[in-house]
């Protein structure tokens, strides 16, 4: 990726975890990364083109560090997994704003729907190679490891949405 581009993702997802995504306007941004508008527009055609790598440069790096800690796995499976809990709470407190969004309208985007899949295929594969691990070194048991992966990926995304909810009604983003 061009240097340049990095460095508008950069700053553009700090001002977006600041101030989220419909209070941030080109304009800041371009003036955070000290261009032009336009040559913002040049980078960028749009804000929605914007975000979509803000999410994809989040989303890769929450990814990438979920792996690395499921790479780690030291035979203790539940030890793996309430640290991985632990890692996804934090990301959900440092990402607050990324998540609470009033407008959605860029979502329904369909290269957007397909990230967004991509993401939790990625996530699910993650998950999943944990579970063999445990399973392989006798840890656990287990018919059907697909399924049980799906499950505890609903479980974990349960509990952060659960800690987000209550964090939201306690004032603390």
Known sequence: ????????????????????????????????????????????????????D??????????????????KYNGDFLDTLFELLRFRAEHMRKHYMVYINENLDWIKDAEFKHLLKNFETRDLSILKSLIVKAVDSGTLKMDNIDESTVVLRRVIKGISLNHTVNDIIHCIP
């Open 1 to 52: 990726m061009d240097k340049r581009k990095e460095e508008i993702i950069e700053l553009a997802t700090r001002r977006f975890l600041h101030y989220g995504f419909s209070k941030t306007t080109m304009n800041e941004i371009a003036d955070d990364v000290k261009i032009t508008k336009a040559n913002l527009y040049y980078y960028y055609p749009d804000k929605n083109a914007l975000i979509k």
């Open 54 to 71: 803000v999410l994809v440069s989040i989303s890769e790096a929450f990814l990438d560090a979920v792996e690395a800690k499921v790479a």
